[in-house]
């Protein structure tokens, strides 16, 4: 059974329906988060309760847990909108729900390591294997840092499943790096001697120049990325009528940068 992963929602709840709409559209009843749940985003309580309603788990991201303890190293518009969406969740008058909330956030993990599909062992993490919930791995670090792929390879044992940089692709140990659209059928195929980190792209806030959704579908023999349209304007227009959200946290959404 095939196993749908999706990650940085960042609180866009458009985005967020569009995509499980899709995924129950080809009948797939597993679904997994990578992270950055909330923050940036106007919807942050709503995709919150999708993710523990669908999903059968959700990692920790850098914004979940700048909401839920501190925004550490956080620019001046994500520390904003950290402190905006930490209010909506103190906010809540149903004590009940508000406590079920912040449990839910405060239960997430930063790594996970399971069996997703068939006998593959996969590592799950926000960020990369060194450093889960904070590191980047970059497209350009294949080109421009071989010594940190390096690094970031030696703790990987097969595939990883990483989020963060709301860049889609696939990383190889050579390194290198293949963006879904340079892969046959946006599909990468798993080898049984090669490692691969592969990136599933955002949810909420895609960053490669193409602002559809993304997210991917993992199969017992492939990995296949996937691209869907959904109503950007109904996003935008909720952050530009919230103050201490940026309004170009919605005019990013437009150009997926
Ligand atoms: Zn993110």
């Given at each position: 059974?095939?196993t749908?992963?999706?990650?940085?929602?960042?609180?866009?709840?458009?985005?967020?329906?569009?995509?499980?709409?899709?995924?129950?559209?080809?009948?797939?009843?597993?679904?997994?988060?990578?992270?950055?749940?909330?923050?940036?985003?106007?919807?942050?309580?709503?995709?919150v309760?999708?993710?523990?309603?669908?999903?059968?788990?959700?990692?920790?991201?850098?914004?979940?847990?700048?909401?839920?303890?501190?925004?550490?190293?956080?620019?001046?518009?994500?520390?904003?909108?950290?402190?905006w969406?930490?209010?909506?969740?103190?906010?809540?008058?149903?004590?009940?729900?508000?406590?079920?909330?912040?449990?839910?956030?405060?239960?997430?993990r930063?790594?996970?390591?399971?069996?997703?599909?068939?006998?593959?062992?996969?590592?799950?993490?926000?960020?990369?294997?060194?450093?889960?919930?904070?590191?980047?791995?970059?497209?350009?670090?294949?080109?421009?840092?071989?010594?940190?792929?390096?690094?970031?390879?030696?703790?990987?044992?097969?595939?990883?499943?990483?989020?963060?940089?709301?860049?889609?692709?696939?990383?190889?140990?050579?390194?290198?790096?293949?963006?879904?659209?340079?892969?046959?059928?946006?599909?990468?195929?798993?080898?049984?001697?090669?490692?691969?980190?592969i990136?599933?792209?955002?949810?909420?806030?895609?960053?490669?120049?193409?602002?559809?959704?993304?997210?991917?579908?993992?199969?017992?023999?492939?990995?296949?990325?996937?691209?869907?349209?959904?109503?950007?304007?109904?996003?935008?227009?909720?952050?530009?009528?919230?103050g201490?959200?940026?309004?170009?946290?919605?005019?990013?959404?437009?150009?997926?940068?």
């Open positions: 059974m095939p749908a992963v999706i990650s940085d929602i960042h609180a866009n709840a458009s985005a967020l329906k569009t995509v499980l709409a899709d995924i129950e559209s080809r009948e797939i009843t597993r679904i997994i988060c990578l992270g950055d749940i909330v923050g940036y985003g106007p919807d942050p309580l709503e995709c309760d999708l993710v523990r309603q669908k999903c059968a788990w959700s990692l920790m991201g850098n914004h979940d847990f700048g909401v839920l303890y501190e925004p550490t190293n956080f620019n001046p518009g994500a520390e904003s909108a950290a402190f969406t930490r209010e909506q969740f103190d906010q809540e008058p149903d004590a009940a729900l508000r406590a079920a909330r912040y449990e839910f956030l405060g239960r997430l930063v790594r996970v390591v399971e069996k997703i599909e068939g006998p593959r062992q996969v590592l799950a993490v926000h960020g990369s294997p060194r450093r889960p919930i904070n590191e980047y791995i970059f497209p350009d670090d294949a080109m421009n840092a071989p010594d940190k792929m390096e690094s970031i390879f030696d703790r990987v044992e097969g595939v990883a499943i990483v989020g963060h940089t709301h860049v889609p692709g696939v990383f190889t140990d050579e390194p290198d790096f293949y963006p879904p659209g340079e892969l046959g059928d946006m599909s990468f195929k798993f080898q049984n001697d090669e490692k691969a980190v990136n599933v792209g955002s949810v909420g806030q895609p960053r490669d120049h193409d602002p559809r959704a993304s997210y991917a579908i993992i199969h017992e023999d492939r990995v296949q990325f996937v691209r869907i349209p959904y109503d950007i304007d109904s996003t935008a227009r909720k952050i530009k009528s919230i201490p959200l940026n309004d170009w946290l919605g005019d990013r959404l437009y150009e997926g940068r």
